[in-house]
Nanobody, 121 residues
């Protein structure tokens, strides 16, 4: 399974971005796609996850109400709509795929290269 994250960039506080995670290969071996982020000097943290069926959506408390995860199975793509961004959202964002219904990065088997999100105030 190969994952390609895109859509990051600079944005002003209060603005929005939509990240995309395009999957290819044997995606049927995976159940969930998750978004994680890592800020400089910090550990990678969970942001949101969704199953390929569209259910089991779960958000980190820090993004609940501001971020929305969705998927388009015809395109094998998972999206992360990020609204009302603040400087604490600045990080490299990664998408990952795996089987367990998990929020810890160690339980995800496949990872894409990250996309940088920089929020300026």
């Amino acid at each position: 399974v190969q994952l390609q994250a895109s859509g990051g960039g600079p944005v002003q506080a209060g603005g929005s971005l939509r990240l995309s995670c395009a999957a290819s290969g044997r995606t049927s071996s995976t159940v969930f796609v998750g978004w994680f982020r890592q800020a400089p000097g910090k550990e990678r943290e969970f942001v949101a996850r969704i199953s390929w069926s569209g259910g089991n959506i779960y958000y980190a408390d820090s993004v609940k109400g501001r971020f929305s995860i969705s998927r388009d199975n015809t395109k094998k793509t998972v999206y992360l709509q990020m609204d009302n961004l603040n400087d604490e959202d600045t990080a490299v964002y990664y998408c990952a795929a795996g089987g367990p219904r998990a929020i810890v990065p160690q339980l995800y088997d496949y990872w894409g290269k990250g996309t940088q999100v920089t929020v300026s105030s």
